[in-house]
Every structure is written in structure tokens, then in C-alpha cells.
């Protein structure tokens, strides 16, 4: 992803669907596919640790794991109007103190930000042209665990994207979703010395987290 690569997703993700999705969170808590993950992370261990969120949001997953006694969490995202919401909602619950925020394309950013115990990148790779790229500096950050939320490779989500690209064309967005292999996926995880802890299947989504072997 180049810098407007960046500002496509800026400009694509706004104020408007981040205050959607705040509110969402506020209401209901995270998605299922990240409640999840949340239960896997637990399940490897989350107190006292650190986290880097890449593709964070309104940071879900930040706040949810403060209440786990994390220790401070990271979150990037390219959205400007995602990371003012994640900084409200870190006010809001009383650990802003504990949170740090960079917007940009994390692949681009990559050199400037900390490693973490545990890093996370929950429905932001079906975003991202260059899988290699941001999955291979995206597990170079990890310490212990890497968790990832990413379509199921089917025919199904295949057409679906194939659909929603077609409407993004239509509407003169420059926005793409793309399905990236599973087994390609998998393949630069592993090949940084990290391995199955739990996968779990939805509809549309497949739920991964890694812990270093």
C-alpha cells in the first residue's frame, strides 16, 4: 500500500462510519468474529502483556482486553476519523493513558512502532493488496501470539468480493476488498516460527490465533 492507498481508506472510512461503528460497540459489544478472538487471546494469556492492533478501529479489541488487566496497547489504523474514535472511547473508559495511536499504512509505519506480546489484525487483511507485506511485518511485531479475523477462501466470499468491487467501480470508489489464499496466509505466519492455537470457522469469516512454537 502506497500514501494513497492510505488516503483512499481514510477518505472511504469517515466520520460518519466510525460514529456508526462506536456506537455499534457502545450497544452491543464487539462482533462475533471478535468476541472469538477475544476468547482465544484470553485463553493465551493477556495480563501484564502489550498489544499492537493493526487495522484497530474504534479499538474494540484495546478496550476489551484492558478489562483482562492488559498492559498498554497499540493501535494503527488509516482512518483519522477511526482514531479520534478509539481516543474518545479510551477517554471515556479511563485508559488513554495506556493507549497509543498512529494513523497510516502499518506496512509504511512498520520500523517506527513497537513490537508487542500480541498482535492482532481483525477483518483488515481482505483491505490490503500486498498480503506478504503486511502480514510478514505484521508477525515480525508479534512476540508471542498473532491473532487474525480474514474471509474464508470459497466461492461464496470470492463472488461477494467480486460483487462488491463491481458496486465500488460503479460508484467511482477507489476501494477494493480482495480474498487473499488461506493456505498463502497461513504460510508467512508459520514461516516466522508461529503455530496453530485455535481456528475457528463463521459464515463468512475464518478466526485465527497463532502462538510462537
Not at 517506527?112 to 492482532?120: F, N, Q
Request: proline letters at 2%; charged letters at 25%.
Amino acid at each position: 500500500m502506497d500514501c494513497c492507498r492510505a488516503q483512499t481508506l481514510d477518505a472511504e472510512f469517515g466520520e460518519k462510519i466510525a460514529a456508526i461503528n462506536l456506537r455499534e460497540y457502545r450497544r452491543r459489544g464487539p462482533s462475533k468474529t471478535t468476541r472469538l478472538l477475544l476468547e482465544a487471546l484470553r485463553a493465551e494469556g493477556v495480563a501484564g502483556r502489550t498489544l499492537l492492533d493493526i487495522g484497530g478501529g474504534v479499538g474494540a479489541i484495546s478496550h476489551e482486553l484492558f478489562r483482562s488487566d492488559l498492559a498498554h496497547a497499540t493501535s494503527v489504523d488509516a482512518a483519522g476519523a477511526f482514531i479520534d474514535a478509539a481516543r474518545t472511547e479510551a477517554e471515556r473508559q479511563g485508559h488513554a493513558n495506556r493507549m497509543s495511536l498512529y494513523q497510516g499504512d502499518f506496512v509504511m509505519l512498520a520500523a517506527d512502532i513497537p513490537t508487542a506480546d500480541i498482535v492482532t489484525l481483525d477483518r483488515v487483511i481482505c483491505c490490503y493488496p500486498d498480503m506478504p507485506a503486511l502480514v510478514d511485518s505484521s508477525v515480525a511485531h508479534a512476540k508471542t501470539v498473532y491473532g487474525l479475523v480474514y474471509p474464508r477462501d470459497t466461492w461464496v466470499t470470492r463472488h461477494g468480493v467480486r460483487l462488491l468491487n463491481w458496486y465500488f467501480r460503479v460508484r467511482r470508489h477507489s476501494f477494493r476488498t480482495f480474498i487473499h489464499s488461506t493456505e498463502s496466509v497461513s504460510a508467512h505466519v508459520v514461516a516466522q516460527g508461529f503455530q496453530v492455537r485455535f481456528q475457528q470457522l463463521t459464515g463468512l469469516w475464518r478466526v485465527v490465533v497463532y502462538a510462537r512454537a
